[in-house]
T-cell receptor, first 114, second 114 residues
């Protein structure tokens, strides 16, 4: 199975509300995590990253939380806007001897209701 | 210049054709990647180049042949593809191969094999 996965394929929120997108991973050696946003017809766009020596990191309107105990990652988007509609992927790399490419989770489609 | 460019944007080819996908970046990145993304699925790693040398081939069939002519360019040569190879092909780059460096993605080439 995949080493990184997501709990929900689709998340619908009201414009202005906060969104929380979750991700679970199984590789204990994972030490670097990234959230990407992918709009229709475009490549993934970097949102925010976090290393395993941190449990929280904040950006502009976004916060990533990392819980290594339960191998869980979340992305919080504050005051969701129509432009936030996209598919969100978590991705990870590990410090073991594996590939340097990213392993992506299944993705969550965020839908913004007016 | 902080972007990865890919050409062509769209490509339709027959199973007997030979075609090439091109990727370019001018950020001085020394690692470049090819990913394949099927509809409604996450990107999957195909190849990793580090300092212009192929470092990872994720068991990709030989009908896909990568090439890195210099540190700014990455090609993917296609020959005798199958209809199931139809997908979005994404190129990415990062500062170096070492883990923990953000990967920047291009917009992708939408490939259709007839």
């Amino acid at each position: 199975g995949e080493s990184v996965g997501l709990h929900l394929p689709t998340l619908s929120v009201q414009e202005g509300d906060n969104s929380i997108i979750n991700c679970a991973y199984s590789n204990s050696a994972s030490d670097y995590f990234i959230w990407y946003k992918q709009e229709s017809g475009k490549g993934p766009q970097f949102i925010i990253d976090i290393r395993s020596n941190m449990d929280k990191r904040q950006g502009q309107r976004v916060t990533v939380l990392l819980n290594k105990t339960v191998k869980h990652l979340s992305l919080q988007i504050a005051a969701t806007q129509p432009g936030d509609s996209a598919v969100y992927f978590c991705a990870e790399t590990d410090s073991g001897g594996g590939a340097d490419g990213l392993t992506f989770g299944k993705g969550t489609h965020l839908i913004i209701q007016p | 210049d902080t972007e990865v460019t890919q050409t062509p944007k769209h490509l339709v080819m027959g199973m007997t054709n030979k075609k090439s996908l091109k990727c370019e970046q001018h950020m001085g990145h020394r690692a470049m990647y090819w990913y394949k993304q099927k509809a409604k699925k996450p990107p999957e790693l195909m190849f990793v180049y580090s300092y212009e040398k192929l470092s990872i081939n994720e068991s990709v069939p030989s009908r896909f042949s990568p090439e890195c002519p210099n540190s700014s360019l990455l090609n993917l040569h296609l020959h005798a593809l199958q209809p199931e190879d139809s997908a979005l092909y994404l190129c990415a780059s990062s500062q170096e191969r070492a883990r923990g460096h953000e990967q920047f993605f291009g917009p992708g080439t939408r490939l259709t094999v007839l």
